[in-house]
């Protein structure tokens, strides 16, 4: 997602890039709960709520995933892309190159 932030933030507005944002979220969910179900070891099923695509997506948690996600971007990209490895002392350890 953090990669997606910055590819995004100069070209989408806010409210476009939590859209997006939410669509990878689906997207993510149901390819891994597609994988996970061949080896029948998917954990969810969403199969009793209305709005479920093949019981692996529900369009009701699709609010939470947006407010979610303007949370993650606001709060939490934002930080961790200003932590810098580079910028800690020098503690004895060498860098890979």
Request: some cysteine.
């Amino acid at each position: 997602m953090e990669k997606m932030y910055l590819h995004l933030r100069s070209r989408c507005p806010l409210l476009a890039r939590a859209l997006l944002y939410t669509l990878w979220t689906y997207a993510w969910e149901f390819g891994t709960g597609s994988l996970l179900r061949l080896f029948g070891a998917c954990p969810w099923d969403y199969s009793a709520f209305r709005g479920n695509f093949m019981g692996l997506v529900t369009l009701e948690y699709a609010p939470l995933w947006f407010l979610a996600s303007i949370v993650a971007e606001q709060l939490i990209i934002r930080s961790t892309l200003q932590l810098r490895l580079d910028n800690l002392p020098n503690l004895g350890v060498r860098r890979a190159l």
